[in-house]
């Protein structure tokens, strides 16, 4: 392999106390009692956001990292948490995600769990649905990536999880001025990846301050 693959954190928001979504996830409310317009606002600003509707929105950092998300991802790795609400084991399998018929992923994307069931295609992006632990999940990520990187999506138990494996290469967390308490915790404080990692910290004029690490 002439080019090392990364596994790469993109644009994950927590909170100024380190949560990535609060408590009591539903279907109703993916993030608990979190908020995501407030978590995410910062993106949703820039003229890159892929959900814009109106012309106009912010340059400069916030939207290039927002236009960045995609750039070299060829898989993605995400936590069952993420992927949908549901505990235990599959009761249906009319639940496809959160996104509709058309994902925002555009690649394969690896579904962690303990109750694994088949895979399935919305337009460009198929999920597939496994066991194994994060080294073994991860290298079927990168076969599945051609070449290019590998996101990890989240949420927050899944990337510690990788961290604590030391698999991760570079992350992206942006933290919004929000506090939520309580829920599914990244960190206490960002200085407990500083033994692994360099980190630049970025504050931005939108009020989130973009914390960028790369292994040392």
Not at 65 to 74: K, M, P
Not at 143 to 171: C, M, N, P, S, Y
Request: net charge negative.
């Amino acid at each position: 392999m002439s080019q090392q693959q990364l596994l790469r954190v993109q644009n994950f928001n927590v909170s100024s106390d380190g949560f990535g979504a609060g408590e009591h996830q539903s279907l109703e409310r993916p993030f608990g009692h979190a908020d995501p317009g407030q978590m995410f606002a910062w993106a949703g600003a820039t003229a890159s956001w892929p959900n814009r509707t109106d012309p106009g929105g912010s340059r400069g950092l916030d939207d290039y990292l927002t236009r960045d998300f995609a750039h070299n991802i060829g898989a993605e790795i995400m936590g069952r948490n993420k992927f949908g609400p549901q505990r235990g084991p599959w009761q249906d399998y009319e639940w496809q995600g959160w996104w509709g018929d058309e994902p925002p992923f555009h690649t394969p994307v690896f579904v962690m769990t303990h109750h694994e069931r088949p895979s399935f295609t919305l337009s460009d992006t198929t999920f597939h649905f496994v066991g194994g632990d994060p080294a073994a999940v991860l290298a079927q990520a990168r076969e599945a990536a051609q070449g290019k990187d590998v996101r990890l999506g989240g949420g927050a138990t899944t990337i510690r999880e990788f961290l604590e494996a030391d698999l991760v290469d570079t992350l992206h967390v942006a933290v919004s001025p929000v506090k939520l308490g309580s829920g599914s915790r990244l960190w206490e404080s960002p200085e407990e990846l500083f033994d692994r990692f360099h980190c630049d910290v970025v504050p931005s004029p939108s009020g989130v301050t973009h914390h960028l690490f790369w292994r040392k």
